[in-house]
């Protein structure tokens, strides 16, 4: 009887262990309260569907400074697209802006819709438009940064993860403003 009741005690000990032990693993678990109303912006802001990704332009605008070349932070280019009727006559231009370049000075940007308003990419340029640096803000023509470097099929490969064709350029120039010559 002894050990009856020893051993009854010893199960009752062991529930409210049990027991115990679920209770303060069940009180450590914190209190999320629900949701009882959903928080809606003041502010609309429309959705835009943007069309399927055309093409991808990338390269470099450095500044050619003496002897020292170097990336220009904040430079960028412009494509200018030439856009025609169907008897070949010049309706308007397509002019679009870069992000401005990285640190590196590189610039990546992708045009949507481009290749439905333009007939010929290839007659599509990439030119300088801008540079921050004080000290070197004349664009010069090395690679056609001035007259406008073509979008050929040579400088491009297509890229079919994103479905677009990427068109690599040679990098661009900003140089130092040349003092003029002095008149003797």
């Known amino acids: 009887m002894a050990s009856t009741r020893a051993a009854t005690n010893l199960l009752l000990l062991a529930m409210v262990v049990v027991v115990a032990t679920a209770d303060y693993y ?96 290839s007659s599509c340029k990439v030119k300088l438009e801008s540079s921050p640096v004080f000290t070197c803000k004349t664009p010069t023509n090395v690679n056609k940064g001035v007259t406008g470097a073509p979008l050929s099929p040579d400088n491009s490969k297509f890229l079919s993860h994103d479905n677009l064709t990427l068109y690599t350029l040679e990098p661009f120039y900003f140089s130092s403003p040349v003092a003029p010559k002095p008149v003797y």
């Open 26 to 121: 069940a009180q450590r678990q914190p209190y999320v309260p629900k949701p009882t109303t959903t928080y809606t912006s003041p502010v609309k802001t429309p959705y835009l569907p943007k069309s399927n990704p055309d093409m991808a332009i990338e390269g470099f605008i450095l500044c050619k400074s003496g002897y020292k070349t170097y990336p220009i932070q904040g430079g960028k280019v412009k494509v200018v697209c030439p856009v025609v009727d169907s008897y070949g006559k010049l309706v308007a231009k397509v002019t679009i802006s870069s992000y401005p370049t990285d640190l590196k000075g590189y610039f990546y940007f992708i045009t949507y819709g481009l290749s439905h308003k333009v007939n010929n990419i």
